[in-house]
């Protein structure tokens, strides 16, 4: 039902994007994380280069992006790795090691790399157990004999990144997200022990990627 609303709402801007002459602008689905740390940079450059061709970003949870067909009509589909997308093939893998995110009061003006050792019993915003990032993050905790104490639970990576820069507790973020808080009030370090993560681009495995979906990637 939710498909054949979304499809109904598009055809008015369907219409224009014919009369306009835009209608193969790219259209782009991808988590909340994605959405709201790699992509608005990306956007921004693209805008500037094809003026004229406003890109379609839509933002789906995980498990809806689990479910996308062919008929949902995107160009490019962004979601942390691993994900079954049986309708979509991998064109670009994007690895990034995450970073530590914590209120300029608890972490260390320090310019290198940190232990893990510096969280022991400091207040930690958690990620939802079923995020990516988690089960690597609590094995690197465990492993190391650090015992955080946990203020809060989200299944939200941009949640997370709010609450270290309202001095909540400290959070493990992607790279992108955590550009986006950097400043006065947080400072954001990379950690000794390496957490590798993903996002991978995919695109429907039946047809050949498109001009502007080439050029958006």
């Known amino acids: 039902v939710r498909q054949t609303v979304d499809l109904v709402d598009y055809l008015p801007r369907a219409a224009r994007a014919i009369s306009e002459g835009v209608f193969d602008r790219v259209s782009v689905v991808a988590t909340s994380s994605i959405i709201h740390g790699l992509l608005p940079p990306t956007i921004a450059q693209y805008t500037d280069r094809r003026p004229g061709l406003p890109p379609r970003v839509i933002m789906r949870s995980f498990r809806e992006i689990g479910d996308l067909g062919p ?36 972490m260390p003006a320090s310019g290198g790399p940190l232990d893990l050792e ?14 990516t990032y988690q089960e690597s993050i609590e094995t690197a905790l465990h492993e190391t004999g650090v015992d955080v104490g946990y203020v809060c639970e989200t299944s939200s990576v941009v949640t997370a990144a709010q609450l270290v820069r309202l001095g909540v507790g400290c959070a493990f973020l992607d790279p992108f997200i955590a550009a986006s808080v950097r400043g006065p009030e947080v400072r954001v370090s990379k950690i000794r022990q390496k957490l590798t993560h993903a996002y991978g681009v995919y695109a429907p495995s039946l047809e050949s990627l498109g001009r502007e979906a080439e050029e958006f990637l």
């Open 71 to 106: 008929e949902d009509n995107f160009d490019l589909v962004l979601a942390p790795m691993p994900i079954p997308l049986g309708q979509f093939s991998l064109v670009e893998t994007i690895e990034f090691e995450l970073r530590l995110a914590g209120p300029a009061t608890l």
């Open 118 to 131: 510096i969280l022991d019993g400091m207040p930690f915003v958690s990620l939802d157990p079923f995020a």
